[in-house]
């Protein structure tokens, strides 16, 4: 597994965003696939989860409603489609790859290359 999140850069509040997670092994269908992020000089935090079949979804309360994890099997893709943005958003934005869709990041098998995304005031 090789993942690569993309799609990040700057947006003003109130905007839109979606994030990529691709598996340059194309094995991405077989693994929960979790969001986190990490703001400067915060820890890294989760935001969302999707289990392996998207059936299982959990988001963080600041993200609810705000933010949606999707898959599509056909393309091996994962998405993180992020709404109504605020500057507290603001963070470098990692996948992971893992086998249940939980929130603690220690038990994701596989990281990768965060992106950036910046929400400006």
């Known amino acids: 597994v090789q993942l690569q999140a993309s799609g990040g850069g700057l947006v003003q509040a109130g905007g839109s965003m979606r994030l990529s997670c691709a598996d340059s092994?194309?094995?991405?269908?077989?693994?929960?696939i979790g969001w986190f992020r990490q703001a400067p000089g915060k820890e890294r935090e989760f935001v969302a989860v999707?289990?392996?079949?998207?059936?299982?979804?959990y988001y963080a309360d600041s993200v609810k409603g705000r933010f949606t994890v999707s898959r599509d099997t056909f393309k091996n893709m994962a998405y993180l489609d992020m709404n109504i943005l605020k500057p507290e958003d603001t963070a470098v934005y990692f996948c992971?790859?893992?086998?249940?869709?939980?929130?603690?990041?220690?038990?994701?098998?596989?990281w990768g290359q965060g992106t950036q995304v910046t929400v400006s005031s």
């Open positions: 992971a790859a893992g086998t249940n869709p939980t929130r603690n990041q220690y038990e994701y098998d596989y």
């Open positions: 092994a194309r094995s991405l269908n077989r693994y929960a």
């Open positions: 999707s289990s392996w079949n998207g059936i299982a979804r």
